[in-house]
């Protein structure tokens, strides 16, 4: 039998995540899921709406929850994910389902810029959220002394 793998990626915007989902997708079959779908129009626009956004993640959150019941076997996720409140739900639902799970940091190393309109200060500010888990939990402690 198959493991069931989850990918979350994340990463600033303009870093590539979309673009690797996509990638992921078409080679490797992976079931994919973002946030920015929930803010296409139907010509196919991004327009993005911050009071609808806790809507978005709740949607991605459903989607990917439905996906995992119908025991999807490769599932990719792609959010900014800078927060540890934005991927908590998806380690939960990736344990309660018996997925194996991946989390990627994409790094904006080709210069590549956003598209959702966000401000040069935004971006910093986003970036200093990101907290990178590098150990395994059980090494943690340890690396903190």
Known sequence: MEIKKLVLVRGLPGSGKSTFADMLSEL???????????????????????KRNHLAYKDCQNKVEIAMKAEAPRILVDQTFALLWEIQPYLELGKKYSYQIFVCTME????GENIH????????KMSKNFNLQLLPE????????
């Open 108 to 111: 904006n190393r080709h210069e």
């Open 117 to 124: 309109g966000i401000t040069d200060e935004q971006m910093v």
């Open 28 to 50: 490797a079959g992976f079931q994919s899921f973002s946030l920015d779908t929930f803010f296409m129009d139907e010509k196919g626009n991004y327009v993005f709406d911050f």
């Open 138 to 145: 059980r090494l943690r402690s340890k690396n903190e002394s």
